[in-house]
C-alpha cells in the first residue's frame, strides 16, 4: 500500500473507527485488548514511550494513565489531531509518520508500542526493524495485530472480496509469521475468542476457554520481546 493511499484511507474512517468502540461488542473488545496491551507494555511513571499507529488515541489514553511519557506517530492527520485533542496532556507529543521510516534517532525510546498497525504494511519485517532500532537496549517492545488464524480474520477477507476498501488493504498473518518477524525470543499471547454474534454476557466464559484450549486463535494477536 502506498503512502499516499495510506493517507487517504484511514482519513476517512477517523469517525467511524472511534464509533466502532463505542458499540457493546467494541467497548468489551477494547477492554480485553488493553488489558492484554497493558499487562506486556507494563507502561511505568517518567518512562518514555512510543506509540506508533497511534490512531485516534484509544489505547494510547490507557498508555498514558500509567504515568509515561508518550509520543504518538501515526500517517493519518486527522487521526493523529484527535489523539492529540484526546489528551490534552503535557506528557503527549504527536506526530505525521511513516511506521516504515521514524524519524527518530537509535536507541531512544523506553518502550514501543504498535497497536493493529502493521496489517497495513506490505514490509513488516521493515516495520519491525524500524521499532527494534529507536528502543534503547533492553526495552520491551509490543506489537498487535489482526491474526490470520481467527474467524474475524475470515469474514474480514469475505468483506474484501465484497468491496470493504479498509479490508482490501490488509495483510492478515499467523502467530508463527509474527514470531519469524521478531529479532528476540517473543512472548505470543492472543485475546477476543469471542464473536461478534456472541451475547455480550457469555463473552467472558468463551475468553476463559478460548485461552485454554486454542491461545493462538484469538482475534487479537500481541508479540512482546526485549531489545537485545
Not at 504518538?72 to 485533542?85: C, K, T, W
Not at 507529543?93 to 493493529?116: H, R
Amino acid at each position: 500500500m502506498t503512502e499516499t493511499k495510506s493517507f487517504a484511507l484511514f482519513d476517512s474512517w477517523t469517525t467511524k473507527y472511534d464509533a466502532w468502540f463505542e458499540t457493546p461488542p467494541g467497548r468489551l473488545i477494547k477492554k480485553y485488548e488493553s488489558e492484554l496491551l497493558l499487562e506486556l507494555l507494563d507502561p511505568l511513571p517518567g518512562e518514555t514511550i512510543l506509540d506508533v499507529g497511534c490512531g485516534t488515541g484509544i489505547f494510547t489514553r490507557d498508555v498514558m494513565a500509567r504515568g509515561p511519557r508518550v509520543t504518538g506517530v501515526d500517517l493519518s492527520e486527522p487521526m493523529l489531531r484527535m489523539a492529540v485533542d484526546r489528551s490534552m496532556e503535557k506528557n503527549f507529543n504527536g506526530i505525521c509518520a511513516d511506521m516504515c521510516a521514524l524519524p527518530f534517532e537509535d536507541k531512544i525510546f523506553d518502550k514501543v508500542l504498535s497497536m493493529t498497525a502493521i496489517e497495513f504494511v506490505l514490509d513488516a519485517k521493515k516495520a519491525v526493524d524500524e521499532l527494534n532500532r529507536v528502543t534503547r537496549k533492553g526495552g520491551c517492545i509490543v506489537l498487535t495485530t489482526l491474526n490470520s488464524l481467527s474467524p474475524w480474520a475470515d469474514r474480514r477477507r469475505q468483506k474484501a472480496k465484497n468491496g470493504h476498501t479498509l479490508f482490501q488493504e490488509i495483510f492478515f498473518r499467523s502467530p508463527d509469521e509474527m514470531r519469524s518477524l521478531v529479532p528476540a525470543d517473543p512472548v505470543v499471547k492472543t485475546a477476543i475468542h469471542f464473536q461478534k454474534e456472541d451475547s455480550i454476557s457469555d463473552a467472558p466464559k468463551i475468553e476463559e476457554n478460548g485461552n485454554r484450549n486454542h491461545p493462538d486463535k484469538g482475534a487479537f494477536l500481541a508479540v512482546q520481546w526485549n531489545k537485545l
